[in-house]
């Protein structure tokens, strides 16, 4: 059975790194100068026996590296990432094997470091005939868009019960992340798509394996990669609407006869004297500084094109300057539009104030200036790689250090300082190629950022203001872009369909945070010590010990208390360790509870959120922390922003974020500075174009050979 499908793109690595030369990117301004070699790499299980058309998952683990991003291949397949006669792997390490036994029965599956590709790790593959009960699933690997459906038929030979179970990534009918599968094998993609939370290449776009289990003999299964597109990829019909692929003509460069090629999101429409020009990010537009004024934008990007040059949809016509331009920094450019190429009422796909038929119509956002971006609310955003995704802002006024390369695949790097970032929750929000989107709020469909890097679990913005601020008229510095759209605000309708308002609610959602045994048993001595105190302050009904949600890492005191009790004498930390407020109507137990009880207690709470709104006041007084402490913060070792968030152990407080990367040494961040409570979150590394993944191969065809591409 012919299994090809279009794999290496969405393997692409962002456009600040150099790409298949090796060469690094220069670390962050106080971040570690020389990273952890690596010394292996171990793909987990080493051998395994699958049989035909079933699949396996592998992962692997990068010996000696903080840097556990691989990318996978098969050992004689072409393209590497698999054929009809080896089977397949996609980006998170699922094999999937032939419908028939190869000879010889057994492949090799590699893992590649990403961080050092000349360090792989291999486990060997035997396919065995198993049952004779055969299922074969069409068609084979194929591209659906997002809202999508595709009918999928499954052949059952050897047993005359031909019934099928249909699973999407091994669960049965599926889900609204990975899309769903009916009892008849119709499949429904998801509203966006899916990105990897977890495991070495999270942050990246990838495939669901879609799989057909006989009823008869469980044994028997077939299974096919279905990869999800979003039609903000394709080539548009002119006038283009814009939260489309885009990008500079020249976004291109070759290296020992290999041609990369670079794309991000031509983002909206705005004017300026007169004028319509598209936004988009610097680092789309005009190469991280490299450009030159009047450069050709095309839609859509080379990345989307195979490195043709398609259609001029604009010249580029002002770019803040990254390395030089003055504080506050940002991630823009701009380019006029030629007569008749762009949308002139500023549509962007799917953003369209109604759905029609559980499909999301387009529409342009608010006119106008945007608004301020607030902690907790809801935005939507349009790009090349996801589509159209929902979540909501985890921080705001965040100061960090992000990476940049000059041009395409190729050039210079450098690292530039950001101090009023708006920080998005990210985990499917945004990925490699949505660079130079526009953030809007999802009521109101206003601007509020340009989203320009990230990592694997946060999207950040430049603040709309800073935006159009820095790009003013040089000549009359007055004259500042507005954007073109609706007269009146509107909802953006498609964040009400189920698949992106469930995605934004796993996004948003808290689960899995436990503490460990020493952790637990340090607040509990210390509640020990100190239970008359707690338990005498108004309104504690019960006092135990668990995870303190604002450092996963560390312990808490849990203070049971009922709704609406003031919270001026409720410590934020004891001796050290954290608390976390817990209220509802009516708890089982009163006094000193163990583990356990207050673990049963929590039950009686709201299930704990990611972001929470916060007043006025409480943002006010966070930035007087913030401005006191966030330079200070910034210098440290292991830390690349800090910002000013929610409290998840006390809903209604601010805290100060501390952005830390993951697997870098670091202090230990106090549970509160100056008053304010403290919340770390761990990530990958912020990048422009950003992901965690170190340069590696990837190509935009499965057959270019010598044609690679990357994502802005």
Not at 164 to 177: A, D, H
Not at 318 to 344: C, H, M, R, W
């Amino acid at each position: 059975m012919q299994r090809n499908f279009l794999f290496c793109a969405m393997l692409a690595i962002p456009a600040f790194l150099t790409g298949c030369s090796g060469a690094k990117p220069a670390p962050a301004p106080g971040q570690p100068q020389n990273p952890p070699p690596v010394t292996g790499v171990t793909v987990t299980p080493s051998s395994a026996k699958v049989n035909k058309g079933a699949t396996q998952a592998f992962s692997a683990n990068v010996s000696g590296a903080t840097d556990q991003s691989v990318f996978w291949s098969i050992v004689g397949a072409v393209p590497d990432s698999g054929d009809a006669t080896h089977g397949f792997i996609d980006n998170a390490g699922a094999y999937i094997a032939p419908t028939t036994v190869p000879s010889p029965a057994t492949i090799t599956v590699k893992a590649t470091s990403g961080a050092d590709t000349t360090k792989s790790g291999t486990a060997s593959v035997t396919i065995q005939a198993g049952s004779s009960v055969s299922v074969v699933v069409s068609p084979a690997n194929i591209n659906v868009p997002t809202f999508g459906s595709q009918q999928f038929t499954g052949t059952v030979t050897g047993n005359a019960n031909t019934a099928l179970t249909w699973k999407v990534n091994g669960t049965t009918g599926g889900s609204p992340s990975t899309g769903t599968v009916s009892t008849t094998g119709l499949f429904h993609a998801p509203n966006s798509v899916p990105v990897l939370t977890t495991g070495n290449n999270s942050g990246q776009t990838t495939q669901v394996v879609l799989t057909a289990v006989s009823q008869a003999d469980t044994t028997a299964s077939d299974s096919v990669l279905v990869t999800i597109f979003p039609p903000q990829q394709n080539a548009q019909t002119i006038p283009t609407p814009l939260g489309v692929s885009g990008g500079n003509a020249k976004d291109t460069s070759t290296t020992g006869g290999v041609t990369v090629c670079c794309g991000g999101t031509l983002g909206s429409l705005v004017s300026r004297g007169g004028k319509q020009y598209i936004l988009s990010n610097n680092h789309v537009m005009a190469g991280s500084d490299s450009a030159t004024v009047g450069d050709a934008i095309v839609q859509p990007g080379l990345i989307d094109n195979n490195c043709a040059v398609p259609p001029t949809v604009a010249s580029l016509s002002q770019f803040f300057n990254l390395e030089n331009g003055k504080a506050p920094k940002i991630d823009a450019a701009i380019a006029q539009v030629g007569t008749g190429t762009v949308d002139s009422l500023g549509t962007i796909l799917q953003l369209g104030s109604a759905n029609s038929g559980n499909q999301p119509t387009n529409g342009p956002p608010h006119s106008g200036s945007g608004v301020a971006a607030a902690t907790g609310r809801a935005v939507a955003k349009s790009g090349r790689s996801t589509g159209l995704t929902c979540s909501a802002i985890f921080a705001i006024k965040v100061s960090t250090s992000v990476e940049y390369q000059k041009g395409c695949g190729t050039g210079s790097t450098f690292s530039e300082t950001f101090t009023d970032e708006v920080d998005i929750t990210n985990s499917g929000f945004s990925a490699e190629g949505d660079s130079g989107s526009l953030v809007v709020t999802q009521d109101t469909a206003d601007a509020v950022g340009l989203l320009f890097a990230g990592s694997d679990t946060d999207t950040l913005a430049n603040p709309i203001s800073d935006v159009l601020n820095g790009l003013a008229d040089p000549s009359n510095l007055s004259s500042k872009p507005v954007f073109v759209g609706t007269p009146l605000p509107h909802a953006v309708a498609a964040c009400t369909l189920p698949g992106p308002q469930s995605a934004m609610a796993a996004r948003l959602a808290l689960s899995g945070v436990v503490a460990s045994a020493d952790a637990l048993s340090s607040a509990t001595g210390t509640l020990n010590a100190h239970a008359p105190e707690i338990l005498a302050q108004p309104g504690v009904q019960a006092a135990g010990a668990g995870a303190s949600f604002d450092n996963p890492a560390e312990s808490a005191i849990l203070l049971f208390v009922n709704p609406g009790q003031p919270r001026v004498n409720l410590p934020a930390q004891i001796d050290g360790i954290r608390t976390r407020i817990i209220e509802s109507e009516t708890f089982m137990s009163r006094g000193a509870v163990s583990v356990g009880e207050s673990a049963a207690l929590e039950q009686s709470a709201a299930p704990a959120q990611m972001v929470y709104p916060i007043s006025d006041a409480e943002v006010a007084r966070a930035k007087v922390v913030h401005a006191a402490h966030a330079d200070e913060w910034m210098k440290k070792s292991g830390v690349q922003g800090v910002g000013i968030g929610s409290s998840v152990d006390s809903p209604g407080e601010a805290a100060l974020v501390i952005f830390l990367i993951r697997g870098a040494a670091h202090e230990t961040v106090p549970p509160v500075i100056d008053g304010l409570r403290t919340r770390v979150r761990e990530s990958s590394r912020f990048r422009a174009g950003f992901g965690n993944l170190e340069p590696h191969r990837s190509c935009s065809l499965a057959a270019a050979k010598d044609v690679k591409s990357k994502p802005r």
